[in-house]
Every structure is written in C-alpha cells, then in structure tokens.
C-alpha cells in the first residue's frame, strides 16, 4: 500500500515527486511499476487501519476502489490545462480534484474551479494547499459523489476522472441539462479510443453512438501510466468533448433504446437481431403500447385513474399475441430493414445519419423502442441507461 504524509501539503507534494521518480526508476529496471494501491476487497481491512488516530493523522492511503491514481508529471498538467482553452473569465468543473495538483494549476487560468470529490480527506489537502497558494476565494468544492451531485453552471470541465464511472460521466455531462463549451478528459486509454471510434473500427459501439449523436470527440494526446501515483495497469488518453451546436431532432429516449437494441450483438446482422422472437414480442408490446397511449390522448374522456387498468389490460394482451400476429409483425419489421437496406448490415458499420434513418422508418410505422407509458412517467432521463450495454 502507498503511504503519504499529509502532515504538511507542501511535505506531501514533495513526497508524491519524490515517490514517482522512485517509481520511474524501479520502472526503468522492471516493467512493471510498484507503488502500491489499496484493492477493493482490502477496503474494509484498510479502513479500519486508517482509523486509528495515529494513521489518520500521518498516512494517506490511496484507494484503487476511488480510482485514486494521481497524476504528478508537471509538464503534462500544463500541456491539458493549455489545450483546454481555458479564459479568465471561465468557470471549470473539475470532477475528482485529489490533492490538487491539476487544480492549482486550473486556479491560476480560470476565474473559477468547482470541484466535486468524493473523498473527505483529498478535500482537506486540496483546501489547504489552495489556501497556502492563496488562491482559495477562487475554489468552490462539493464533497460528494459526482454521479449524485448536481453540476452548477460551468463554461469548461477539465478533469483526471477516476475511470471507474467514465461512462456515466460522460453521459451526464453531454446529456445534461448545463450547456458547456468543452470537456477535457483524461481517460482510460481504450475508454478514450472507444469514444473516438467510427463506424467500421473494431471499438466502435452504441457509447461513441451516443455521443456523437450529440458532441464530437477529439483526441488530445496519450499519458503513460508512469505518470501517475501510484502506477495503475492502463495507460490514459486525453480528450476533448464538445457539445454540438446542431443536435439531431429525436427523441432521446426513443434513441436510447433503439441503439441499446441494435448494438444489443453489436457484430450481428441487424436482420438476426431483430427477428429474436423475444425482441419480436417485445416490440409488439411496445407498438401496442404505443398506439393504446395515441388512443387515450385522443380521447376526450381521459382519465389518469385508468392508466392501470390500461396498462393491465395491454400486458395481458400482448402476452397472449397470436402466432399469427407474431409472424405479421415479424414481417413487417423485416420489411421495414429490407427496404431501407438495413437487413444485412451491423451496426457498428452504420454511422449516426444511417442509424436515425431506420429509426426514423420503424416509428413512421408504428414500431417503437421505449415505453410511451414509461416515458409519460418520467421527468427525466436516465443517464446512465444511456451508456450501459
Ligand atoms: C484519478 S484521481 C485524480 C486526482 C487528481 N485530479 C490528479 O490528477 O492528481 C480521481 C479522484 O476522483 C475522486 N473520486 C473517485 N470517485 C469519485 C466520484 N464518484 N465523485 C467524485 N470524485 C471521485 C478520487 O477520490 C480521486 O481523488
């Protein structure tokens, strides 16, 4: 496990360099660096170690769990500060500041840095270390889970995340709600490549779908693991991510379930895919959903007190579809992907314009992906379910 001294900022700062030219040089004898993190199943065993006062006291333990991988190399905090475009006048949200060494410098461009950290004891190094520069008036930290907080108004976020909740933070940052010029972010390497990916590359999956739906991606530069304090397994990447100024007009949540179908085998035929008897079944339901929920809005006597009933009665019929409308509305799902040419194609070779042309054609036939009942409930969307597979 890696122990920093906290006692002093400026002994702890010193101690992360000290400990990372430790770190290069072991690693220019081995392959492998050796600073050591704490692993999640050592969490409890850990903790419990932390909480004796002596330890809280002289000893930061950096928890693997946490992502806690400090980057430390200055020269690279600079070039991701300087790419990141940063005004005097702008507001950064920086999601997972640590001990700060990329807020400093953050606080030395911008006008503003909101922090968001989930852990106590990284908010207290910050805040002190802040203070010593002076540059506290400047720093606004929330402690807390960032998939949980809300984000204020910002211009830009530039951050060393921790990689573990990449896809929901991505996800909450191009979906939300806060316009924002750009996001620098330094990620998982093959994270990183993923979102970069075009249709036809081997990475290319319903996440770059999603988000090239709404921002474009560009690649900034690749960090080492050496970098970082302690080591992790996997080198990094930086990139930027910026919000379209032209969003295509669908409706999302329509767009979130349909891509989570197609790239539900991201290597199968779209035809193969779609005529699973299961995924059949599926979207008669949802179609019959879909047109009972028309049929109510169209009527003048609609009362919310029958949505349940409603819904009762469309489970129970969709459940008992026939054989035969099975098999029509099979056919006209293999109809639809025949016509726009769709049939024996992948998904992960059709780019965004393709994929919301078929879109496009299933719900100008009545077909539809997201529950219209559903949807009537819920205020807001969900980010996560953007992202997961
Ligand atoms: C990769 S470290 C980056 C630290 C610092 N920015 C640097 O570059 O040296 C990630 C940081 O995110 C924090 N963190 C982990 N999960 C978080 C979450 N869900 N919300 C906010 N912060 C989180 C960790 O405690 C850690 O300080």
Known sequence: MLLLKPKSTQLCLSRLIFWQNCLRNLSTTSSHCSGKVHDEEDDDKDQKFCDTKENQQDHLYLYKSKGQHLLTNTRILDAIVRRSNVRPTDTVLEIGPGTGNLTVKLLEAAKRVVAIEIDKRMVDILHKRVAEKGLQDRLHVICKDAMKAEFPQFDLVVANIPYGISSPLVAKLVYGRNPFRSATLLLQKEFARRLLAKPGDSEFNRLAVNVKLVADVEFVMDVSKREFLPCPKVDSSVVMIRPKA????????????????????????????????????????????????????????????????????????????????????????????????????????????????????????????????????????????????
């Open 246 to 389: 032209q969003v295509p007009d669908v409706n999302l949540d329509e767009w979130w379930a349909f891509t989570r179908t197609c790239f539900s085998k991201k290597n199968k035929t779209l035809g193969a895919t779609f005529k699973q008897k299961k995924k059949v079944m599926e979207l008669l339901k949802l179609a019959k959903t879909a047109m009972a929920c028309k049929d109510y809005e169209s009527d003048d006597d609609y009362d919310g007190d029958n949505e349940q009933e409603k819904t009762d009665e469309e489970d129970g019929f969709a459940s008992a579809a026939s054989d035969l409308e099975m098999t029509l509305f099979k056919e006209k799902i293999v109809g639809i992907l025949r016509t726009g040419g769709f049939e024996d194609k992948r998904p992960s070779k059709l780019s965004n314009e393709e994929l919301l042309h078929l879109l496009f054609l299933f719900n100008q036939a009545g077909i539809y992906f997201h529950d219209h009942v559903l949807a009537k409930g819920s205020d807001n969307v969900e980010f996560a379910a953007a992202y997961s597979s």
